[in-house]
């Protein structure tokens, strides 16, 4: 069973603000979630391994960059924003401290 203090401390971790009704209601719904799943559990499945049809797997292509000639290139480079050379230029997102 979820208690208020259960979601009060995810919603710390998660650094979320609730309110007392916010609490109460997920954890009426968190209680109902898990309950359904534990009845998921219960179920008993057969699985008929003659019924399948072949088995699954992944078409995988190698990792290559796509030709491109020298037009289609700078045609490229001149639809971004900004660009260094041949190079896209873009805001830095990671600080170093």
């Excluded at 208020?4 to 650094?15: G, P, Q």
């Amino acid at each position: 069973m979820i208690t208020v203090k259960d979601i009060e401390h995810l919603a710390t971790l998660s650094r979320v603000k609730l309110t007392d009704e916010d609490k109460e209601s997920l954890a009426m719904e968190f209680d109902a979630i898990l309950g359904y799943i534990d009845r998921l559990k219960k179920l008993e499945v057969k699985i008929d391994a003659e019924g399948r049809v072949g088995a699954v797997k992944n078409a995988m292509r190698p990792d290559e960059a796509a030709p491109r000639s020298p037009a289609e290139r700078e045609r490229l480079l001149a639809a971004a924003p900004d660009r260094e050379g041949d190079y896209i230029a873009v805001k830095k997102i990671i600080a170093q401290d």
